[in-house]
C-alpha cells in the first residue's frame, strides 16, 4: 500500500485511478486479488522467457541450487541458460520449488515435473549445474569438468578442443575397464542405501524372471551391459556427432584474422557475439553450433546465488509465513523485471479477467 502511494504521488495516470479516485468495490486492494495479478505478471514473464528459447529453437542448460527460506523449508532454485539470436549469454530465472529434501531422487522428481508443467523437452537440455545441491552432480560425471573446463571465461577453441578429447578418452576408458564399473558400482550401491532405495543382493543372481527359450542374463549383466554401456554409448554417440574430426578441424582452422572486427576478441563468448554481428555464424554454422553448445554448458551458479539473496528479502521474519507459490510468483516478477516491463498491460487484465467472473470488467 505504501508504494501504491508512492507511486501516485510521481505518476499522474496512477494517481488518477489510486485508492480514493477508484470505486470502492474495485480498488485491487485485496490479498486474494494481489496474489492473482501477481500470479498472472509471474506466469506471463515466465512464458514470454520459454516462448524464446521454444521459437527460436534454443539448446540451453540447467542450473539448480538449493537453500532453505526463513521457515527453514528447502527451496531448488531453477535457472535456464541459453544464447539469444545475436550471440550473447542469456541467464534467466524460471522459478523456484520447495522440496521435502536435498536427496538427488527429490531434486529429480521436481525438475521433472516442472519440465511437464512448461511443456518442456529434455531433449533441448545441454548441460546442467548444481552447486548445493551436490547430490546432483554424480549425474554428470566425467562430463562435468568438461562443462567447467569450457566455460573458464578465458578459454580458447585449441584448449577447448583438447578437453573434448579428453572426455571422450576417460569415457572409453570407463566403458572397456572391468575396475571402472566396479567403482561405479560401489558409488552406486552408496547412494541407494542412502536414499533407501532398493537393490539386489547379490549380482550374480538372475535378472527378472526367466523366460522359455531365453538365456538368463545376470543382474550384473544388466547393469553393465544393458545399461551402463548403452548410456556411456549414447554419450560418445552424441560427443562424436557434436565434436567429430570435421568439425574440430573447422573450429581449428577457421580463419578471421583477416577481419578487424575479431582483433580484440576475448574468449567464445565475445567471438559468438562477433560471429553474429559479422554474419558468420551463417558461413560457419557448425563452429557456431559447437560455440554455443560450449556456451550454454554450465560452470557458475551465481545467479542462483542471487536468487536466494532476492528470497530473503521478499520472504523475510516479517513475512515468514508466506506460501511457496506466493513466493515463487513475486521472485520471477522482481528478478525478471526486465521481460516483465515488455509485458503489455492489455494481456495481464486479459488473462486477470480470465480467472474468474468478476463484477465490473476491466478496461
Not at 26 to 48: D, E, G, N, Y
Not at 78 to 100: A, L, S
Not at 297 to 302: F, H, N, S
Amino acid at each position: 500500500m505504501e508504494l501504491l502511494k508512492f507511486l501516485s504521488n510521481h505518476n499522474d495516470d496512477i494517481k488518477k485511478a489510486e485508492l480514493g479516485n477508484a470505486l470502492k468495490n474495485h480498488q485491487m486492494t485485496a490479498p486474494k486479488i494481489q496474489r492473482q495479478l501477481t500470479s498472472v505478471c509471474a506466469h506471463l514473464t515466465t512464458k514470454k522467457i520459454i516462448a524464446e528459447i521454444v521459437r527460436d529453437k534454443q539448446s540451453f542448460s540447467l542450473l539448480v541450487d538449493e537453500s532453505h527460506d526463513v521457515a527453514v523449508k528447502e527451496q531448488m532454485t531453477i535457472v535456464f541458460c541459453y544464447v539469444d539470436k545475436i550471440g550473447c549469454v542469456i541467464e534467466r530465472f524460471i522459478g523456484i520449488v520447495h522440496v521435502k529434501n536435498t536427496s538427488a531422487k527429490s531434486l529429480k522428481i521436481a525438475i521433472d515435473a516442472f519440465f511437464v508443467k512448461y511443456g518442456l523437452s529434455l531433449t533441448s537440455l545441454r548441460g546442467q549445474g548444481y552447486d548445493g545441491a551436490s547430490n546432483m552432480s554424480k549425474v554428470l560425471g566425467i562430463t562435468y569438468d568438461l562443462s567447467q573446463a569450457l566455460q573458464r571465461k578465458d578459454q580458447d577453441l585449441l584448449n577447448a578442443m583438447q578437453f573434448v578429447q579428453i572426455s571422450k578418452y576417460r569415457l572409453h576408458k570407463l566403458r572397456n575397464e572391468d575396475t571402472c564399473f566396479d567403482i561405479l558400482l560401489k558409488e552406486a550401491y552408496d547412494l541407494c542405501k542412502d536414499n533407501d532405495i532398493p537393490i539386489p543382493e547379490n549380482m550374480e543372481h538372475n535378472f527378472g524372471r526367466t523366460k522359455r527359450g531365453i538365456a538368463p542374463i545376470t543382474n550384473k549383466h544388466h547393469f553393465k551391459v544393458e545399461l551402463m554401456y548403452t548410456i556411456l554409448d549414447n554419450i560418445q554417440e552424441e560427443l562424436n556427432n557434436r565434436f567429430d574430426e570435421v568439425n574440430m578441424r573447422l573450429l581449428q582452422c577457421m580463419d578471421v584474422s583477416t577481419n578487424a572486427g575479431f582483433t580484440h576478441v576475448d574468449g567464445i563468448a565475445d567471438l559468438a557475439k562477433k560471429m553474429v554481428e559479422f554474419k558468420k555464424d551463417v558461413a560457419y554454422d557448425k563452429v557456431f553450433l559447437l560455440i554455443k553448445l560450449a556456451l550454454v554448458l554450465p560452470m557458475a551458479t551465481a545467479t542462483t546465488e542471487r536468487v536466494f539473496s532476492a528470497m530473503n528479502i521478499v520472504k523475510n521474519t516479517l513475512r515468514n509465513q508466506m506460501g511457496d507459490e506466493w513466493m515463487n510468483n513475486c521472485l520471477v516478477v522482481y528478478i525478471e523485471n526486465e521481460v516483465f516491463a515488455t509485458i503489455q498491460n492489455e494481456d495481464i487484465i486479459e488473462h486477470f479477467q480470465n480467472i474468474m467472473k468478476r463484477k465490473i470488467v476491466l478496461n
